[in-house]
């Protein structure tokens, strides 16, 4: 899928906020990282230049960087957005507390409902179960 620059730093942006959110980095995140920047063909040189300039921001400062970005994208770009964030909240198999907080304070300043996010993940892991299921058949 070929998204906007715009999509791809704001999802990561707001991606390694939310992994760090509480404390600890899981293996789960990791991987599910990456299965999104793969999903989403974030390319390796992107990936590279985002954690070199995020890690000279304040989690402030790559919060509204992240808002900036997102903001700037059109609803399906954000909407997707916020499913891979969940999916990712959720990798470790629990979310926590602020990851919670930053997901609703996020989709408050993107102005995406969360409702239409949890229906849009289910969706699409129904989706990915249906292409698996195809695929072994």
Same mark, same amino acid.
């Given at each position: 899928?070929?998204?906007?620059?715009?999509?791809?730093?704001?999802?990561?942006?707001?991606?390694?906020?939310?992994?760090?959110?509480?404390?600890?980095?899981?293996?789960?995140?990791?991987?599910?990282?990456?299965?999104?920047?793969?999903?989403?063909?974030?390319?390796?040189?992107?990936?590279?230049?985002?954690?070199?300039?995020?890690?000279?921001?304040?989690?402030?400062?790559?919060?509204?960087?992240?808002?900036?970005?997102? +903001?700037?994208? +059109?609803?399906?770009?954000?909407?997707?957005?916020?499913?891979?964030?969940?999916?990712?909240?959720?990798?470790?198999?629990?979310?926590?507390?602020?990851?919670?907080?930053?997901?609703?304070?996020?989709?408050?300043?993107?102005?995406?409902?969360?409702?239409?996010?949890?229906?849009?993940?289910?969706?699409?892991?129904?989706?990915?179960?249906?292409?698996?299921?195809?695929?072994?058949?």
């Amino acid at each position: 899928m070929n998204r906007s620059l715009n999509f791809q730093l704001g999802l990561l942006h707001f991606a390694h906020l939310l992994m760090s959110s509480d404390g600890r980095i899981d293996e789960q995140e990791k991987a599910m990282l990456e299965r999104i920047r793969n999903e989403e063909e974030i390319p390796h040189t992107l990936y590279t230049y985002f954690l070199n300039v995020a890690s000279r921001l304040s989690e402030l400062q790559s919060y509204r960087t992240g808002v900036e970005r997102l +903001n700037q994208c +059109n609803e399906e770009e954000k909407l997707s957005a916020f499913v891979h964030l969940y999916r990712l909240a959720q990798a470790d198999d629990r979310m926590d507390m602020k990851e919670v907080r930053f997901l609703l304070y996020s989709l408050k300043q993107t102005k995406i409902d969360f409702e239409d996010v949890v229906l849009s993940a289910r969706l699409s892991s129904m989706d990915f179960v249906n292409e698996s299921q195809k695929r072994v058949a």
